[in-house]
């Protein structure tokens, strides 16, 4: 079994950018620009544009509402350290620095341009 998501997104254009020059995703050679799919590994992301969705379709949002509310996205990496540096030389907002959990785990912090939680 492996895991695939779908993150629906305000901006295409602003995800691929994010997902592909910040975490170092792979674009497909062939971008609709409504729907892509970006690869890292075994980690495939779908991103749609939100407002492609049906208005009736349980994922849509309005009026302002969070994007991603509930769930946290968690990329396993060789080296945690050396993934952290790569997005701080991006520049790119760190929510949560690289810190030595309680239960083992050394992790970071960051949220996506539509308020995905990583």
């Known amino acids: 079994m492996k895991l ?10 602003k995800s691929m950018n994010f997902y592909s020059n910040v975490l170092g995703f792979n674009l497909p050679k ?3 620009k409504s729907y892509i799919s970006v690869r890292n590994g075994d980690v495939v992301l779908g ?12 994922l849509k949002t309005s009026n302002g509402q969070q994007i991603g509310l509930g769930v ?7 080296d945690v350290k ?6 701080v030389a991006k520049e790119y907002p760190i929510q949560a620095e690289l810190t030595k959990r309680p239960w083992g785990l ?3 912090r960051i949220v996506d341009p ?3 939680y990583f």
């Open 30 to 32: 062939d971008t609709n």
């Open 82 to 87: 050396k993934a952290y540096n790569k997005v």
């Open 106 to 108: 050394e992790d970071f």
């Open 72 to 78: 946290e996205i968690v990329l396993e990496v060789e």
């Open 47 to 58: 991103l749609g544009e939100m407002e492609n969705l049906s208005e009736k379709h349980p």
């Open 4 to 13: 695939r998501l779908e993150l629906f997104v305000g901006d295409i254009e």
């Open 114 to 116: 539509d308020g995905y």
